[in-house]
């Protein structure tokens, strides 16, 4: 009986270890763009072992961060992704590519290529 009741309770401190509430509305968003595929789905399909995370900067705003590794020609390449949360929604904070900052083309590029490869 002992046994069930300590699974029983890891299963609970399990399951409630959910992502926050800002990486949930990023994963669960739609971009404009895209409007049929979650944000979530098409980093999840495309980005090699992604993890995401919410964070409070120092400036008082919070962002959600996805970090993982793409193809960027043709070589393992680490990806950080940033997302600034407005209320209820969120918007392009920064991205790099082994820790180099990005652009907004190259963000374009990315997310395309994030959409095209999942459908």
């Not at 193809?71 to 997302?83: I, P, R």
């Not at 918007?91 to 963000?107: K, R, S, V």
């Amino acid at each position: 009986m002992k046994k069930i009741i300590i699974i029983l309770l890891m299963s609970i401190l399990f399951f409630s270890c959910g992502d926050s509430q800002e990486v949930q509305m990023v994963k669960n968003g739609t971009l404009n763009s895209y409007p049929n595929k979650t944000l979530g789905q098409a980093i999840e399909g495309f980005v090699g072992n992604p993890k995401w995370e919410s964070i409070v900067a120092e400036d008082g705003h919070k962002y959600v961060n996805i970090v993982g590794t793409i193809k960027y020609y043709e070589k393992d390449t680490k990806m950080a992704l940033q997302y600034k949360i407005n209320g209820n929604s969120f918007e392009l904070n920064a991205l790099e590519f082994n820790d180099i900052p990005q652009n907004l083309f190259i963000y374009g590029a990315l997310i395309q290529k994030m959409y095209e490869e999942n459908n």
